[in-house]
Each structure stands twice: as C-alpha cells, then as structure tokens.
C-alpha cells in the first residue's frame, strides 16, 4: 500500500519567526481569520502571535493535548471557519494541527467541489 505525507507549504525556522508570520499571511494574499495551534508549553509564543497578528489577522489560540484523533477533531471542527492554520510548537502539535487541517479541508472539499474555488489550505498551514 502507498502512503505519502501532504507538507506545509511554508516553513519558518529562525529566532523570532513568529514576528514575520503577518508578511507571510499578506505575501500568500491570505485574508480573515486563523486559528494558531500550539502546545502547552508553547502557549505563551500562540498568544503572543495571536497580539502580533491583531485586527489584521485576527486568530483563536488553541491549546492542544495529547496526540490522539480526538484531538484531530476537535482541531478540524474550530478550523470550519478559519482561512489559515498556524501551528506553534514541536512534533506533536505540528502534526496534529497538519492532520486536522487536511481533514477539514477534505470536509470543505467535499461540500464545495467546484474548481473555480480556490483551495483555502492551499499554502494556509505554517509551523513556527
């Protein structure tokens, strides 16, 4: 069976990354809300992006737990409404935050199957 893996797009890693997410945001022409999802003990640098973020981008800090698919869900279903994904924080919260939002992108893919729709995951899911 062939299995393969759907990446971010985008990858920032250097000290104060999360200081230049808004340029990326505006670069990839994305526009609404987000949700950034981070880890515990990663929670303080989600808050702090949420204020750097501010009216302009305007996201819900999620605080994830344990790396299992009802944590996925609960991801996926706060991500319904959002236009971006931004993930803060090590493996576990990277990867849930991937899956969750491919799964909810496969739930708006369904419900919206047109091509002229431009696809809202499409470079929406950046890890810092």
Same mark, same amino acid.
């Not at 344990?66 to 971006?84: C, G, I, Q, T, W």
């Not at 199957?113 to 470079?123: E, I, L, V």
């Given at each position: 069976? %062939?299995?393969?893996?759907?990446?971010?797009?985008?990858?920032?890693?250097?000290? *104060?990354?999360?200081?230049? =997410? #808004? *340029? $990326?945001?505006?670069?990839? %022409?994305? +526009?609404?809300?987000?949700?950034? $999802?981070?880890?515990?003990? =990663?929670?303080? /640098?989600?808050?702090?992006?949420?204020?750097?973020?501010?009216?302009?981008?305007?996201?819900? $800090?999620?605080? $994830?737990?344990?790396?299992?698919? *009802?944590? !996925?869900?609960?991801?996926?279903?706060?991500?319904? @409404?959002?236009?971006?994904? !931004? &993930? !803060?924080?090590?493996?576990? =919260?990277? @990867?849930? &935050? %991937?899956? #969750?939002?491919?799964?909810? /992108?496969?739930?708006?893919?369904? #419900?919206?199957?047109? %091509?002229?729709?431009?696809?809202?995951? +499409?470079?929406? /899911?950046? =890890?810092?």
């Amino acid at each position: 069976m %062939k299995r393969w893996m759907l990446l971010p797009r985008i990858v920032v890693m250097e000290q *104060d990354a999360i200081r230049d =997410t #808004a *340029d $990326v945001l505006r670069e990839l %022409k994305l +526009d609404g809300s987000g949700l950034i $999802v981070c880890g515990q003990h =990663t929670c303080s /640098f989600g808050q702090q992006l949420a204020g750097i973020l501010g009216n302009e981008y305007p996201a819900e $800090v999620l605080i $994830v737990g344990s790396a299992s698919m *009802d944590e !996925v869900e609960r991801v996926a279903s706060r991500a319904l @409404d959002k236009n971006f994904v !931004v &993930a !803060v924080g090590g493996g576990r =919260t990277i @990867d849930i &935050a %991937k899956i #969750a939002s491919v799964r909810e /992108f496969a739930v708006y893919q369904r #419900a919206h199957s047109s %091509k002229s729709r431009r696809n809202r995951f +499409d470079a929406g /899911f950046y =890890t810092f």
